[in-house]
């Protein structure tokens, strides 16, 4: 099952070709198989091992994202510091200074 998604590459020196393939190979391979024990599902071991970069990264899918709302940026000029050129929205910089205020307590 390890061989259908093979991470070495030539030109790897061999402690590293031991240890990706110690990782890709035989530990993702047994998790898969635990999961697929535990869960009774049916899902191949390229997708699993998708599955675990995504959560590993962080990365959500579109689909559990909740709807979000429309926001409009209106852009001001900043005040104080800095030059005339420079805008800033005002809703974001309500947002920031809320949070920071939260932040401090």
Request: net charge positive; glycine share 6%; aromatic share 6%.
């Amino acid at each position: 099952m390890a061989s259908y998604a093979y991470v070495n590459r030539r030109g790897v020196k061999w402690y590293r070709k031991v240890a990706l393939e110690l990782i890709t190979g035989m530990v993702m391979v047994n998790v898969c198989i635990i999961f697929k024990e535990l869960t009774k599902s049916k899902i191949t071991v390229t997708s699993f091992r998708h599955e675990v970069c995504k959560l590993l990264l962080g990365i959500e899918t579109q689909t559990r994202l909740p709807p979000t709302k429309l926001v409009i940026h209106i852009l001001q000029p900043r005040t104080g510091g800095g030059t005339s050129d420079q805008k800033q929205c005002v809703l974001c910089y309500e947002n920031l200074t809320k949070l920071k205020k939260i932040k401090q307590r």
